[in-house]
């Protein structure tokens, strides 16, 4: 069965810091890669997906960047934080062979002080 | 781009009660996707739902694509359904797709 990974699962990071969040999926290959976020309130947002190694789609310009370095790791990373990036990050991974249903990992909680 | 909007935004029951819970989409989608967020954020996944009606357990949802809409019903609800309740639509583009996330349905069951 497929498992998915997040971490660290809490952060607290000051403005102007680096960030590095890892997500990792085991069980499956080539699965499409998918980075959300949250912000106070409900609403989840996509940031980025992949479909394969190196290939990296941006869905909202801002202050991050992610990387594919392996079929089943994706990384979230800023130079810079901002206040703005606090939030609930995501990380989702989907397969062709499920109709790319998503399936969600258990998230990491970065607050920008 | 797409509007997915969810119905109603709060919810307050008292255990054993029914709810439905409704999302409305603002153009025809490849995919639907209802999920259950719990207190510690996780998003459990309910139904993988593009069309027609789905049940398991206590749980059932319809999607009716041509009208844009699907229905999510909890039944004799429990204290443990608390939390939100997220209807996601599905965009199929480049070998993937990217979900479009309603602003969810908070629901709190009382004991």
């Known amino acids: 069965s497929q498992t998915i990974h997040q971490w660290p699962a809490t952060l607290v990071q000051p403005v102007g810091s680096p960030l590095s969040l890892e997500c990792t999926v085991e069980?499956?290959?080539?699965?499409?890669l998918y980075w959300y976020r949250q912000a106070a309130g409900r609403g989840l947002q996509l940031l980025f997906y992949?479909?394969?190694?190196?290939?990296i789609s941006s869905e909202v310009p801002q202050n991050l960047s992610a990387s594919r370095p392996q079929d089943r790791q994706f990384i979230l990373s800023s130079k810079k934080l901002l206040l703005s990036d606090s939030g609930f990050y995501l990380c989702?991974?989907?397969?062709?062979?499920?109709?790319?249903?998503?399936?969600f990992g258990p998230g990491t909680r970065l607050t920008v002080t | 781009g797409i509007q997915v909007e969810q119905s109603p935004p709060d919810l307050i029951l008292q255990e054993g009660a029914n709810s439905t819970l409704r999302c409305n989409f603002s153009?025809?989608?490849?995919?639907l996707q209802w999920f259950h967020q719990n207190p510690w954020g996780q998003l459990i996944n309910l139904f993988y739902?593009?069309?027609g009606t789905k049940q398991n357990g206590r749980l059932s949802a319809t999607t009716v694509a041509t009208e844009r809409y699907s229905l999510l019903y909890i039944s004799s609800s429990q204290t443990t359904d608390s939390g939100v309740y997220f209807c996601?639509?599905?965009?199929?583009?480049?070998?993937?797709?990217?979900?479009?996330f309603g602003t969810g349905t908070l629901l709190a069951v009382q004991p």
């Open positions: 989702a991974w989907s397969i062709r062979d499920r109709g790319y249903e998503q399936y």
């Open positions: 069980g499956t290959s080539n699965p499409n």
């Open positions: 992949s479909v394969g190694i190196g290939q």
């Open positions: 153009d025809s989608v490849n995919n």
């Open positions: 739902i593009p069309s």
């Open positions: 996601a639509v599905g965009h199929y583009g480049g070998a993937t797709n990217k979900l479009i």
